[in-house]
């Protein structure tokens, strides 16, 4: 089992800047992937970003050049810098675990972004 705890989040401006982190504990084995999935109202599940053990990542479309994810493997910990966010940013950001295809998901964060 894994589980992971999520922290950061919460409310900013339009233009401005966020940095979510996941802690994940338990059976911690590589290889593994980390990321972050997110859901907005009336929108399909979006993956954001993902990060291997290896440091290999892989972004969205809609969030290249503004978001930065990056691992503390020492820590088990995922982190996703998020810059120049939009209002279409807004959404429940949810991390996950994954490995060999089977995969573990944190509480989620809710992200607003709005003047």
């Known amino acids: 089992q894994v589980q992971l705890v999520e922290s950061g989040g919460g409310l900013v401006q339009p233009g401005g800047s966020l940095r979510l982190s996941c802690a994940a504990s338990g059976d911690i084995f590589s290889p593994n992937t980390m990321g972050w999935y997110r859901q907005a109202p009336g929108k399909k599940r979006e993956l954001v970003a993902f990060i291997t053990i290896g440091n290999n990542t892989n972004y969205a479309d809609s969030v290249k050049g503004r978001f930065t994810i990056s691992r503390d493997n020492a820590k088990n910990t995922v982190y996703l810098q998020m810059s120049s966010l939009k209002p279409e940013d807004t959404a429940v950001y949810l991390c996950?675990?994954?490995?060999?295809?089977?995969?573990?998901w944190g509480q989620g964060n809710q992200v607003t972004v709005s003047s």
């Open positions: 996950y675990f994954g490995r060999y295809g089977v995969y573990y």
